[in-house]
């Protein structure tokens, strides 16, 4: 995919509540690009050149991208949990989001997708993730599969890891291990994508080459936060049970069970090494 | 330009389609050009001009007649509006011989070729695909595409476009049979269970006009309203339109050059006498074995094994939990329905498809004779209401295939024998593949509502899947007398493209008669753009 110069560049990122989509619009906004979020609850009133309203669970409007060149698509509703429904909003909603994207001639679309998108996965996240992908694919456009995203205030996964490392006793799943990536890392990658001349359609991972075990990651937290480094090994299978049971009983849980299955049952490599080598893309490795 | 096209098939289709929108070319198009037997034209004719409830019974019994069993396939060989003309020798089987099993009525000698009985299904090569030949799937794009907005083209935008994109846009289906249906809602209902085991479901993509099926049920049979697409159709429009001429009753024996000016030498089938036609170009579009045949009889690769790839074909019989009510193919399309795809890599490449066909008079009278007594009726009937097909197929790199080897014939008036035989591979892997496919479709059986019958899965025979070729692939940089460029030329021709699937690199599990059309297509628009410049 290649961004001609014909337009000044305008990026849209959808997903702008979020923990990565703000980060980012942040970055990109201080690297002086020119970048319209698109979220829910904006009014009328704002200036479309800034934020767009937007929603996963409606088709885009005609008008939703113009002028738009480059769209990094990182919306994600974690908090519908039912798979059908789930399907439907993420899925269903993020092909139409692409679909649109590409009717409306911009020139590049960035999907945010997760390292528990990869061939073989059976976590529910990760299937749904891989099914966007083939479709970003099939349109000739660009992946992002970012690992465990941490650093400072930190969102999403790191954010429930950040809670478990706090108390007492930390939980520690053997052989569990996972992909990590600096948030400062995550921006500048995207930033480099978004201005890059031509990225190839492909999948790139976005993550240090070497997975952290998961017992290094969760006494790193503890111990950044200044907490206990008592740990507890605890096979995993058994709570993985416990989740699934708790959940078929609508017991609100910090974890879900889909979430544990990413962490034990990671992705083996970090894809598109070869392109991120092209573009000079560099992870630095797990500390904190 | 004059240009001479061998063949009137799907591959002689995307060649004419470039051609006449590309060029102002001079056409002759040179075609054994079997026809349908005239009292069953005349009465898939009279059928066509009445609706189903006005069809007298005797027209509907000539051209009803369901597949044939024969002794060494499973499958049966399909009949059209009740003839085998697609099927049947003309003069371009003479000299055929096959052993092992492998399937001889292999190329078709009639107008449209195969296409008058195909399964009609449509679906681009997956991207991956192209990751073993010498172009990407970018470069066909606009051909597969050039195509889809030519014929007729159903289909809907689901799960399988994550691999096999539409493109262009296409009519809807009408509406499926009770059985695919549920088995779609079970795939809906459960999309997540059945993704985890590496298995998509969605509807079929037909080359067919779903706006116009008025759901008679005979697809298989032949449609009587032309619903379905042949290549005939594209060749009698541009008859009509005066674009092309159409020469048929010709058998062609003998292709080369002479100072570079291309010639055909064909024998009348009226006649018997060769004749010489001449041309600045020649494409040859016999099929992928009629052209390996024409080709090694031309530059006399006599006695040499020639391997054609094949996507093998096997049976997969499932039965549903739960009968269907009405056990009749009248108010339906009974065409393949759906598809169940199972990506054995992330790229795409290593992909097998499993096409889903609803009941059809074809699967009553195919059943086991001990279930057709009447005391044994009823049981033979409940286990056809829960009866699903699956035609499945494995990519041409997991498949056997089969050899040719062509012997130099005793006259220059007569085809060159050719003898096909089993490739000397003991099957292992193809075995172990279908033992992987069985696992996953074993795996998702509760979720989707049926369940495969184990006892009856079984590989067809060689060449019955009608997915091959590769004789002489593209290749960038091809090896003399093997190989063809980029637009079908093999050593020392320079005007004769080949323009079948004798050029395919591989060939995948995926429907490949668009394909076929798609870089047919590609390669007429290349050498009219050459000749252009």
Known sequence: MTVTESRRPLIGVTGSSGYLGRTLVAHLRAADLEVVEYRRGVDDEMNPGVARSFDLARPPDADTFQGVTCLVHAAWDLHETDPLRAWERNVEGSKQVIAAAVAAGIERVIFVSSMSAYFGTRQDYGLMKLAVERTVLEMDHVVVRPGLVYGDNPGGMAQTLSKLAGLPVIPIFRGAHLFTLHVDDFVAAVTTLVEAESVPSSVIGLAHDTPTPFREIMLAMASSAGNSKKTLTIPWHVVLGLLRVLERLNVPLPVRSDSLLGLVRSAAIVPGRDVAEYLALSFREFTL | ?533
Not at chain 2, 392 to 409: N, T
Request: a neutral charge; charged letters at 20%.
């Open chain 2, 1 to 533: 330009m004059k240009v001479i096209i061998v063949g009137a098939g799907p591959a002689a289709a995307g060649v004419a389609l470039a051609l006449t929108s590309t060029s102002n070319a001079t056409i002759q198009v040179l075609d054994v050009g079997g026809r349908l037997e005239e009292a069953n034209d005349q009465a898939r004719a009279r059928m066509s001009k009445a609706s189903p409830e006005d069809w007298a019974a005797a027209d509907l019994r000539a051209v009803s007649q369901t597949a044939i069993v024969s002794e060494h396939h499973r499958i049966p060989e399909k009949r059209n509006f009740g003839s085998d003309f697609s099927f049947g020798n003309f003069g371009q089987l003479d000299g055929l011989s096959s052993e092992g099993g492998v399937n001889s009525r292999v190329i078709s000698g009639a107008y449209g070729g195969f296409s008058n009985t195909w399964g009609a299904q449509l679906m681009v090569f997956s991207d991956a695909t192209f990751d073993g030949w010498p172009f990407p799937r970018s470069e066909l794009e606009p051909d597969y595409r050039a195509i889809l907005a030519t014929i007729p083209y159903s289909g809907e935008v689901d799960d399988l476009a994550e691999y096999f994109p539409l493109w262009g846009p296409a009519d809807p289906l009408p509406s499926l049979s009770e059985g695919p249906e549920r088995i779609l809602r079970g795939y809906e209902r459960h999309r997540l269970q059945v993704r985890r085991q590496g298995v998509l479901l969605g509807k079929a993509r037909l080359a067919f006009k779903g706006r116009d099926c008025v759901s008679c049920g005979l697809c298989m049979t032949g449609c009587p309203y032309s619903v379905i697409y042949s290549a005939s159709q594209t060749f009698d429009d541009l008859v009509r339109r005066r674009r092309i001429d159409y020469t048929g009753g010709y058998l062609a024996l003998r292709l080369g050059e002479e100072d570079g000016r291309p010639f055909v030498a064909a024998r009348s089938l009226a006649s018997g006498e060769v004749e010489i036609f001449r041309a600045d170009k020649v494409f040859v579009a016999c099929g992928a074995l009629g052209t390996t045949r024409l080709v090694a009889q031309s530059l006399g690769l006599w006695s040499r094994r020639i391997h054609m790839k094949e996507s093998a074909q096997f049976l997969m019989p499932m039965l549903a939990l739960r009968g269907i009510k009405d056990l009749s193919q009248d108010g339906t399309f009974t065409l393949n329905q759906f598809n169940i795809v199972m990506p054995f890599d992330e790229s795409g490449h290593d992909i097998v498809q499993i096409h889903g066909y609803p009941f059809n008079a074809a699967m009553d009278e195919a059943l086991p004779s001990p279930l057709t007594i009447p005391v044994f009726r009823g049981l033979g009937t409940m286990l056809l209401r829960r009866l699903t097909v699956g035609l499945g197929y494995l990519p041409s790199w997991w498949s056997p295939g089969f050899d040719v080897s062509v012997e130099r014939p005793d006259s220059d008036s007569r085809l060159a024998s050719i003898a096909l035989s089993p490739s000397t591979g003991d099957g292992s892997q193809t075995r172990r593949k279908l033992r992987a496919v069985t696992r996953r479709l074993v795996m998702v059986a509760p979720s989707l509502g049926v369940l495969p019958v184990l006892s009856q899965i079984s590989l067809s025979a060689p060449a019955k899947s009608y997915h091959f070729g590769g004789s002489f692939p593209h290749s960038r940089t091809p090896k003399e007398g093997e190989e063809t460029d980029l637009v079908g030329r093999l050593y020392p021709w320079r005007n004769i493209h080949l323009a079948d699937a004798s050029v395919f690199p591989t060939v995948p599990a995926t429907t490949f008669t668009l394909s076929i059309m798609a870089n047919a297509h590609r390669i007429a628009r290349s050498v009219a753009k050459d000749d252009r410049d």
